[in-house]
């Protein structure tokens, strides 16, 4: 049973993929048979997995929408959140990528290398819905190479629950910005590049490059300045002009700002 859960953690056994047969899987953990069924059952009525008659049993996405929640629409009224996910996305896909340089098998190296290849074709076309949607993709199998089971649950999770979300920007940037499709491009190959040439401090360094540049031109369209929200003066401002609301009785009521955290450029 653990030694199920823990491949269902690191990302062995993907959403949506299908079991071994019960034969193979006690062949490999060297147990009974039904010691590997009751072991299913127990992981299908957890949701983690579901069985289909004819077909076989499959992994679910409970783990992927586990943070699952009002975010997504929170994210969409309000512009200014997305600087705090893009802060949060700095931190942990720097952290994904330096991780996948070191630990990428084989496999993921392979599906990195084919999504890049994706990426190139959907540039060329000029089809930007597409080109956001495999830049999404390419996002989720670095930080599934990365083989950390934490990484990957709070990438699939939290950022899976945020991905139309997500993709919607990437595509309101390459339609909005003439420049932003080729600059983006690069990015994706200077990262890619270092992930297969095992440099992780390369890697991190390029995804975090990425961010910041996604950050910046996120911050032209709710007000930051070109170099985004640095400064606390500038962060309080942006939060207040948008939380600023008239309590009862006409008296403007200004709520009360959290500290600015350090400044995620300095992080990593």
Same mark, same amino acid.
């Given at each position: 049973m653990r030694?199920?859960?823990?491949?269902?953690?690191?990302?062995t056994w993907r959403a949506g993929a299908k079991l071994p047969s019960e034969r193979v899987l006690a062949l490999e953990y060297d147990v009974a048979r039904n010691t590997v069924r009751e072991a299913l059952q127990r992981l299908a009525a957890r949701g983690l997995v579901q069985s289909r008659p004819g077909a076989?049993?499959?992994?679910?996405?409970?783990?992927? !929408?586990?943070?699952?929640?009002p975010w997504g629409q929170l994210v969409a009224d309000h512009p200014a959140l997305r600087e705090d996910i893009l802060e949060f996305r700095r931190v942990l896909e720097g952290a994904t990528a330096y991780f996948a340089a070191l630990r990428a098998?084989?496999?993921?190296? %392979?599906?990195?290398?084919?999504?890049?290849?994706e990426l190139e074709r959907t540039r060329e076309v000029d089809d930007k819905a597409a080109e956001a949607d495999t830049d999404a993709k390419l996002?989720?199998?670095?930080?599934?190479?990365?083989?950390?089971?934490?990484?990957?649950?709070?990438?699939?999770?939290v950022l899976g629950v945020l991905r139309e979300h997500i993709t919607?920007?990437? !595509?309101?940037?390459?339609?909005?910005?003439?420049?932003?499709?080729?600059?983006?491009?690069?990015?994706?190959?200077?990262?890619?590049?270092?992930?297969? %040439?095992?440099?992780?401090?390369?890697?991190?360094?390029?995804?975090?490059?990425?961010?910041?540049?996604?950050?910046?031109?996120?911050?032209?369209?709710?007000?930051?300045?070109?170099?985004?929200p640095t400064s606390?003066?500038?962060?309080?401002?942006? %939060?207040a002009r948008k939380a600023t609301r008239k309590a009862p009785g006409g008296v403007e009521q200004k709520p009360v700002t959290r500290a600015r955290r350090t400044n995620a450029a300095k992080v990593g």
């Amino acid at each position: 049973m653990r030694r199920m859960e823990t491949s269902l953690l690191d990302g062995t056994w993907r959403a949506g993929a299908k079991l071994p047969s019960e034969r193979v899987l006690a062949l490999e953990y060297d147990v009974a048979r039904n010691t590997v069924r009751e072991a299913l059952q127990r992981l299908a009525a957890r949701g983690l997995v579901q069985s289909r008659p004819g077909a076989g049993v499959f992994v679910t996405d409970q783990l992927r !929408t586990g943070f699952a929640s009002p975010w997504g629409q929170l994210v969409a009224d309000h512009p200014a959140l997305r600087e705090d996910i893009l802060e949060f996305r700095r931190v942990l896909e720097g952290a994904t990528a330096y991780f996948a340089a070191l630990r990428a098998s084989d496999e993921d190296l %392979a599906r990195i290398r084919a999504l890049m290849q994706e990426l190139e074709r959907t540039r060329e076309v000029d089809d930007k819905a597409a080109e956001a949607d495999t830049d999404a993709k390419l996002h989720e199998v670095i930080a599934q190479a990365s083989h950390n089971a934490m990484f990957l649950h709070l990438h699939t999770s939290v950022l899976g629950v945020l991905r139309e979300h997500i993709t919607i920007n990437g !595509t309101g940037l390459r339609v909005q910005n003439e420049d932003a499709p080729d600059q983006l491009l690069l990015q994706h190959r200077t990262l890619c590049e270092a992930i297969v %040439a095992r440099r992780p401090e390369e890697a991190r360094t390029a995804m975090q490059t990425h961010i910041d540049f996604v950050r910046t031109r996120v911050g032209d369209e709710i007000g930051w300045p070109e170099s985004g929200p640095t400064s606390d003066d500038t962060r309080r401002a942006v %939060a207040a002009r948008k939380a600023t609301r008239k309590a009862p009785g006409g008296v403007e009521q200004k709520p009360v700002t959290r500290a600015r955290r350090t400044n995620a450029a300095k992080v990593g």
